[in-house]
């Protein structure tokens, strides 16, 4: 399968300017070799200073252990997955995959195929709670864009569900969804769903 | 976007009939349920392709029942 690539634009947080980027619809071995080599070092000298202060394990960043070789691996050739990746500046800025079979809890959508949002991760750099000063911004923005529209074009009318980590529910209800509450299946995750309506009004915003 | 194929589908009058309920019922297309059909058809396979079974459990009871494939 050829990977269809688009053209994004990011916010360089020093400058105030827009960055040029690839939205992906793939998740390939440049990427899994970015986070491997460039993510992990940046993450585990985050963690390191965090152990080092003395920061309790609950207030590291909730995404520290996932292993996207592992996650990409999982799904190889099932139809029901599918990857995005961002990259700018000849590297790789975020990733985010998909499953295609799930459906809505929300009480207008019961039952109807969504697209659910099973991990979405910004490049250690990218991210405001790790450091002085993201690189970036919009990445994650981009991926939340991407699975919508995959949403859309598969027919499911921009229906998109997810699990949030705590250090995300915020930005969840700032894009307009509809906290459904913790799920006690799912850790205690707090679980999000957009609407139809509420992914038109996002990507009119977008 | 992906690049899609087209392709005729011969199906009796019982299938139609339970494709167009279910695109009303789920809300999504004929195309989208029989493109949905497939990817869990093929999670299912893989699945049970490495020894694992397909089981029901009614939430109330706990009974659990397996589904056969064949």
Redesign the interface.
């Known amino acids: 399968?050829t990977t269809?690539v688009s053209t994004i634009y990011l916010l360089d947080v020093a400058t105030g300017g827009s960055i040029e980027a690839e939205l992906r619809?793939a998740i390939e071995q440049a990427q899994l070799d970015d986070w491997q080599v460039k993510w992990q070092p940046a993450l585990l000298a985050v963690l390191q200073d965090l152990a080092r202060n003395g920061v309790p394990m609950s207030q590291w960043p909730q995404s520290w252990h996932w292993n996207w070789a592992q996650k990409t691996a999982q799904v190889q050739g099932?139809?029901?997955f599918r990857g995005f990746s961002v990259v700018a500046c000849g590297e790789t800025q975020g990733l985010a995959q998909v499953d295609?079979?799930k459906a809505g809890r929300e009480p207008s959508?019961v039952?109807?195929?969504l697209v659910y949002l099973d991990y979405l991760e910004v490049a250690p750099w990218n991210r405001p709670e790790l450091g002085p000063a993201p690189r970036m911004r919009g990445v994650g923005s981009a991926l939340i864009t991407a699975a919508v529209a995959l949403s859309v074009?598969?027919?499911?009318?921009g229906r998109l569900g997810l699990h949030s980590l705590p250090q995300a529910d915020a930005f969840y209800r700032k894009i307009g969804m509809t906290d459904l509450g913790q799920d006690s299946a799912y850790q205690n995750l707090s679980y999000f769903e957009m609407t139809v309506e509420q992914a038109r009004a996002f990507l009119e915003e977008e | 976007?992906?690049a899609k194929r087209t392709m005729t589908l011969n199906l009796t009058d019982a299938e139609m009939r339970v494709l167009d309920e279910l695109s009303v019922?789920?809300?999504?297309?004929k195309?989208?349920v029989l493109?949905?059909a497939?990817?869990?058809y093929?999670?299912i396979d893989?699945r049970v392709d490495k020894g694992e079974k397909l089981l029901f459990e009614n939430e109330a009871t706990k009974e659990k029942a397996e589904l056969m494939l064949l």
């Open positions: 399968m269809d619809d099932l139809l029901a295609l079979r959508q039952g109807k195929p074009d598969e027919g499911f009318k | 976007m992906v019922r789920k809300d999504i297309t195309t989208a493109r949905q497939l990817r869990l093929q999670t893989a």
